[in-house]
Structure formats: C-alpha cells, structure tokens
C-alpha cells in the first residue's frame, strides 16, 4: 500500500498497480481479476460494506437484505458470469439457482394475467391465447425481439457507427432500431395496449416506461431472462464476499471508509487521490497507485478533476443523464407462509393502470400513488439458505419508481412530511397487496424499513439516487456512450454508467477492462 498521511506526510511504501476507487461490482470484478493475474491491487470504498448496490445490510440484529432488489441473468454455462467465476477458480462455490421457467416474472394488470415463461414459442401462445384477434402481431413482434437480440449478440464489443456498418447485411434491425424507445416498436406492430403493458411490466428492473427506454436496452434484459433468471444459492453477500476473498487472498487489500475528496494529477496523468475517513471526518490521506481505476460515477468523478482537463469527445459522452431512483420496502413477516398467496421462486409485478406511461408519469413527474405499479419479491423462495431471517419468518421487499429531487427537496424542507411521504407510498402499495394478495397483510407484518433516493445517495454514493447510472434511454444506450477511455493518462472508468448497468452487465464492464489491459481474454466475445 502507498498513501501519505497528510498530518505527518510519511510515504508508507511502494504503490499499487491498481488503485481501484470504490467497490461497486465493477471495480471488485476488475480488482479480483488483476488480484488474481498477480497484480498487486488497492480498493478504497466510502461505505463500511463492499458491493455497492450488491452490498448486503443487517437490521434488527437478524434480518439480512440485499439493497434494491436483484435478479441475475447471463449465469448458464459458456455466458459472462460463468466464464468470469470459472476465470476466479469460484464456479463451483458460487452458484446459482434458477426461477421458475414456467413463468420467472408473474405479470398482473386488471383484467390480465401472464407468467413469462423462459420458451419464447410458450410466452407467444400465451400472448396469443390473451388476445386471440391480434395473433399475428403477437407473433412477429416476439420474433423481431429473438432478432433483434440475436444481432445485438454478433455485434463486435468494440462498438461504433463502422463496425456496425461493416456488419449491416447481418445488422439490419440494430441499424433501424438505434434510435428507437421500446414504444416505438410497440406501435410500429400495432400491439394492443394491455399486450404492451404485459411484456413492459418489468419496467422496475429499468424504472423507465415503454415510452422512454431504450429498445435495445429492453430486448437485451428481456431475451436475457428468457434464457435463465438466476438468484445467488446463497445470497448476494456470498457472491460479494467470494470476491473480496479472492482480492485478500492474492496479496489486494480494501480500506474501508475513505471518501475520495480529490484526485491528484501531474499535468495530464492521474496519479492518486485524497480521501477523508467517513468516521472521524477529521483524518485526511493520499493514495497513489500506477494506473487509477475509477469505480467513481465519472461524471462526479469528472468534475472533481476539473471539466477542462478531458478531451472534447470525453465532455461530451460526460453529458448523460442519470437514470431515477426508486422507492423500496424491506418487509418481514410471520405468521404466515408466502406461498399459500401466490408467491414463490418468482417475481410480482403488479400495476393498477394499463398504461404504463402514464403511471409512470403520475408517480415519477407528479408524486401520485394512488394507482401504482410496482414489484414483490420473495429472495427466501428463491435459495434454500435462510440465514436472512429465522425461522418461522418470510422476508418480502416491494420497490417502485420515485423522483430523487421531489425526495430531497421534501426531506431538507420538512423532514416529517418526508416521512409522511414515505409511509403514503407504503400505504398505497399494501394497500394493493390486501385486496389482490395478502387479507390482512398488516396484522403479519413484524418488521419494515422504507428506503428512499436519498436513502440511495447516503448508502450507496449514486448522485441523485440514481439505480444504474445514466438512464437508459435511446440516447445514452448507443455508440456515443461513454466507455474506459478517459483521455488521461493512467486513470480509467469503471462504473455502469461507463459500460453496462445491472448485475451481469457490471461484472462484464470489469471483466472487460481487465482484458483491455492485459489481453488475457475472460469473456466470450471477441474485443475486436
């Protein structure tokens, strides 16, 4: 380890290879790699746990949760998370367990029920068998989709307008399609509205509505599913701390709470950072390391540097949006068995409107519950390790769509209408949840926590709240985005918004600048 304590200024030793800044599951894939490779790596997290959104807290002395709410895709054997766990020598301890492939997400609206099953033949017959008139729609909309992900699939990782150009004979659709949100696509097929909201009521796992997400985006998570959702075996703190222990184990080393205050340059190279112990707030240090590896969101990390110090082109992939955050209930109850009321090794989504865009306008742009669209989960029915809560318990989370600013500018004004707010939204859901699901769902309820997108920010350093980085809508999800390349020397992005959100999608940004760096292939496409 090299830093300097800035009070008596005494170098410690020689410098990482990597200093890795923040332990998102991007910058722990890429340290664990490196770690593993024989580099001599340094992680400084802010929070006291690793992981970040993948992190894993204890309330009530007994009740462990996973923060947000989590599902896997990409775990079968030859696709990313495999090959990078086979890579760590961890394919065999950490495993996973498949939902459900008669139906892994159970959809809900008034008046419909759809089970999407894993076979895209079975989810087009049970499409069909709902709306009768409109077959064949039906059916050549889930073929585009199977299409469409089959070309976004061959496309090189190295992705521009020429590599697309040189493949257009085989890249028809992402060509037409680049610019489009997943309502464009919908119209484009004349769908019937309550066929739209059934295949978009996974909206939750981007926390945008048909009208503004990405096409590419949903088709990649959707036919990613399809092929295999998966939940750790044994939770997500297993997965986080296998890779930790990987890190220790190979000579790396994690200092926990270590805000990066700054970043140390030398003209045009980066060279280290100064942090502050979130403890004390009193104790400042410097970090130095041979290549700066930024698990930072860039943006924030961009404007500690200084704006001018990048090139044009990086500035301008640095202009993105951040995606929304989002609203969570972690609940426990007893007394009860979950799955006598329909729950099981599955997720709920549940909308009280048919139209997605305009519930999402009503919650997001105007702080209206009242008719709100959301989703369960069950982590206790999706592995058979229960060391989350006792016996005799069921653990139960609920998460929806919520405007940061609308959160932040409440909890700073009035913090009890802050609280108010929180427990309105709370109401709204369980509300639904005793008259579709529960009876009674409150007299079980022995223990809640209500996070917010401020609870995001403080928790999990994503400014704003935001759940996976840049939003991902048509204009951040195409060739322009933002990727490792920084234009300074010896510092590189390593976030989600800098390659791919979610949990398959941050191990692959990892693993991918790993093989960047060291031309040892992990994954199994192709750089060039």
Known sequence: MSYKDTDTDTDTGSPPDYLIVGSGLAGLAFSALMAKSGKKVLILEAHEFPGGYGHTFVEGDKYRFNAQLHYVWNCGKGRDINLFLKKLGLEETVTFEQYD??????????????????????????????????????????????QTSAELENLPEQLNISSILSHALSSQRVIKYRKSTLQDVFDLFKLPLETQTLLALQWPDFLLPPNKLSYFAWVTLFTGYCRGAYYPTHHFEHVINSLVNVIEENGGEIIYKQKVTDFILDENKVTGVKTMDTDTRTVFKEFYGKDIICNLDPKRAATMIGMNKFSNTVRK???????????????????????????????????????????????????????????????????????????????????????????????????????????????AMITIVEQHYIPNFRDYLVFKMLGSPTTNESFCGSPEGNSYGSNITPGNFDTSRLDHKTSLKNFYFCNASSGHPSFAGTIKTGSRLYEILTGDPVLNKSLS
């Not at 809900?108 to 077959?135: V, W």
């Not at 979950?338 to 139209?355: A, I, T």
């Not at 105007?366 to 989350?388: N, Q």
Request: glycine share 4%.
């Open 101 to 146: 492939p008669n139906g892994y997400d159970h959809m809900r609206i008034p008046g419909y029920a759809l089970d999407i099953p894993y076979d895209k033949n079975e989810l087009t017959q049970r499409l069909s068998t709902l709306f009768p008139k409109h077959t064949e729609s039906i059916d050549k909309f889930i073929t585009e989709v199977w």
């Open 317 to 427: 992939k640095l202009e993105y949006d951040y995606s929304p955050s989002n609203f969570v209930a972690y609940c426990v109850v007893k007394g009860i068995d979950l799955k006598e009321f329909g729950f099981g090794n599955w997720n709920v989504f549940h909308s009280e409107q048919n139209d997605l865009n305009k519930v999402f306008e009503d919650m997001y742009d105007r702080a209206d519950y009242s008719a709100p669209s959301f989703v369960m989960t069950t982590p206790g029915f999706l592995s058979l390790d229960h060391s989350d809560c006792p016996e005799g318990e069921q653990i139960i989370q609920f998460l929806t769509v919520a405007n940061y600013h609308t959160f932040h500018d409440l909890k700073i004004a009035d913090a009890v209408a802050y609280r108010k707010m929180k427990k309105q939204i709370f109401d």
